[in-house]
C-alpha cells in the first residue's frame, strides 16, 4: 500500500525498489478526495511499512500480489489482502509487501468515503474490507477494467472519473458533522467536545452516534488524531526538539502524556519519527 508520506507528484518517481505516481484530485473531487496514488514494486524484496494513525480511509484495488496488514499488530498469514477499503483506526498500521505489489490507491477524506461507499463508517472502522464487501460487482468490473490499462495516467484517468459518476448519486454528508470535523481541524484537535454539541445543539451522545455513522471513530478520537499529526509535523521541522515545551504548546498534559499518544497512534516513540540525520 502506498504510503501516505510520500512526495505529491504528477509523474513516475522509480526508485531501487518502487514506482509510485501521486495525482491531486480534480476540483470536482474536493472534500472527498486527497489523493490519487499509482504504485508498483520493483524488485522481489520484504518492504514493510509502519503507518501512523491519520484521517484518510484508503481504498486499494490491486493488480499483484496481495499485502500483509495488520492493525496495531504484526500481521500474520491471515491477514493478507490485495483489492479493499479500511476506515479509521486510532493506531498504527503495520504494512508488509513482498516485491510483487502493484495497485492503484485513492485516499478518502472520511466524509468523502462515507458518501463514497454509501454505509456507516463504523462498519469500516478498525477493519480492512476486501473490495467485494465494499463494492461488490461494479468493484469487480473498475478492478478488471483498470488490469486492462497499461499505464498509470490511464489507470488514475479511469478511477477518478469512475468515481465522479458514482457521487452524482450521492448527496453530502449533513452539514453539522461537517462543521464539527472542521473545528476539530482549525483547534488542532484542542477544541472541547462538549463545546461543538452545544454549538450544534445536540447531545454529546448524538453527536457520537452521528460521527460513528459519518467518520467511523468519535469526536474526541479524531482530535486526538489532528494533535498528534499536528505535534509529529512540528517536531519534524524543528531543529533541536524540546518535549516538554512542545507537548505544552500542542495541549499535552505533559512530556509523557505526549509520549503514550505517540505509542499508541504510531507504534513508535517520539524520536523514532524524526527525520534520519544524513
Not at 63 to 89: C, K, M, Q, V
Not at 263 to 272: D, N, W
Amino acid at each position: 500500500m502506498a504510503s501516505s508520506q510520500a512526495q505529491a507528484t504528477d509523474h513516475d518517481q522509480p526508485t531501487a525498489q518502487f514506482e509510485m505516481v501521486r495525482r491531486a484530485p480534480s476540483p470536482l473531487l474536493a472534500g472527498v478526495v486527497t489523493d490519487l496514488v499509482g504504485y508498483r514494486e520493483l524488485v522481489p524484496v520484504h518492504i514493510r511499512q509502519n503507518e501512523a494513525a491519520s484521517l484518510t480511509v484508503p481504498l486499494v484495488i490491486s493488480f499483484g500480489e496481495p499485502f500483509a496488514i495488520g492493525l496495531s499488530r504484526t500481521p500474520g498469514n491471515s491477514d493478507r489482502f490485495a483489492s479493499f477499503a479500511s476506515g479509521l483506526h486510532a493506531g498504527p498500521v503495520v504494512i508488509e509487501s513482498f516485491g510483487r505489489s502493484c495497485c492503484v490507491q485513492v485516499n478518502f477524506t472520511p466524509l468523502g468515503a462515507r458518501r463514497f461507499f454509501g454505509i456507516p463508517m463504523c462498519e469500516l472502522a478498525d477493519r480492512v474490507v476486501t473490495l467485494d464487501e465494499v463494492l461488490g460487482l461494479a468493484g469487480n468490473a473498475l478492478q478488471e477494467r483498470l488490469g486492462q490499462e497499461t499505464g498509470w495516467r490511464q489507470r488514475l484517468d479511469l478511477v477518478e472519473g469512475w468515481i465522479v459518476e458514482r457521487l452524482v448519486t450521492t448527496a453530502p454528508p449533513a452539514a453539522e458533522i461537517a462543521w464539527a470535523m472542521a473545528k476539530i481541524a482549525s483547534s488542532n484537535g484542542r477544541i472541547r467536545i462538549a463545546s461543538i454539541a452545544g454549538e450544534i445543539g445536540c447531545s454529546r451522545k448524538h453527536l457520537a452516534a452521528q460521527f460513528a455513522d459519518l467518520v467511523g471513530i468519535g469526536p474526541k478520537a479524531v482530535a486526538r488524531i489532528v494533535r498528534f499529526d499536528r505535534t509529529a509535523r512540528l517536531a519534524r521541522s524543528a531543529v533541536g526538539v524540546d518535549w516538554a515545551d512542545l507537548a505544552a504548546e500542542c495541549g499535552y498534559a505533559d512530556q509523557a502524556h505526549l509520549v503514550r499518544e505517540f505509542r499508541e497512534l504510531s507504534g513508535s516513540t517520539p524520536t523514532a519519527l524524526l527525520p534520519k540525520p544524513g
